[in-house]
């Protein structure tokens, strides 16, 4: 089955900032990879996503990139601000059919 | 429009004891997924529901169980509760199967077992 790692757990950062998240997938036949914000006390929502063929999509200050061949794909975030602060999760669809969630990145933004 | 709804947010219940949670999905959305989050294991997978039929199953011991009903609205069941039990337990409104639209997560069902 499908195997998603996610780096870093942990990701500290100040206002302004940009940060990076990476998740590289193991199953070529993902074709799908969106990316969850989770708050506390809330569920995950979805933020960006992606599909096998476009390289990158933009959405205001994220931004995901998807590199096939070495199967990663990356989050951006840039300007961060501390409402940023969260738990971000990616994951990848379409081979198992099931989704394959990362173990998450704890993104800590400081004022 | 309305999101996904998750009751009840806050369940204690006693080990051997079953408890049941449901979730209304977004208006239209025919697709129910049920994720259990714990810290060490992340979001895992229980099972899908697509028009009144479980379409996936994740791998989890047969004490859980789900179902969903003609109007899209699901419910899951866990008997004989044990204390590893303890967890958020999270539902997902799509509009296909698989996530491949990306999922609509509820707020989730926090069951601490005693």
């Known amino acids: 089955g499908e195997n998603v790692e996610q780096h870093p757990s942990t990701l500290s950062v100040q206002e302004g900032d940009s940060a990076v998240i990476k998740c590289t997938y193991s199953d070529s036949a993902s074709n799908y990879f969106p990316w969850y914000k989770q708050e506390l006390g809330k569920g995950p929502q979805l933020i960006i996503d992606i599909r096998s063929n476009v390289g990158e999509k933009k959405d205001q200050r994220i931004a995901v990139t998807l590199n096939k061949t070495a199967k990663h794909f990356s989050l951006h975030i840039t300007e961060t601000q501390p409402e940023d602060s969260a738990v971000y999760f990616c994951a990848a669809s379409g081979g198992s059919y099931i989704p394959t969630f990362g173990r998450g990145t704890s993104l800590i933004v400081h004022p | 429009k309305a999101g996904v709804t998750q009751t009840p947010r806050y369940l204690i219940k006693t080990r051997g004891q079953q408890v049941t949670l449901s979730c209304s999905p977004i208006?239209?959305?025919?697709?129910v997924s049920w994720y259990q989050q714990t810290p060490g294991q992340g979001l895992q997978f229980l099972f899908e529901?697509?028009?009144?039929?479980?379409?996936n199953k994740g791998n989890f011991p047969g004490r859980f169980s789900g179902r969903q009903f003609s109007n899209s609205r699901s419910e899951m069941n866990v008997s004989t509760l044990e204390l590893g039990d303890s967890a958020l337990y999270l539902c997902a409104s799509s509009q296909s199967t698989g996530g491949m639209y990306g999922y609509t997560f509820g707020s989730g069902t926090r069951l601490t077992v005693v």
């Open positions: 529901y697509f028009s009144e039929t479980q379409r």
């Open positions: 208006s239209g959305h025919r697709s």
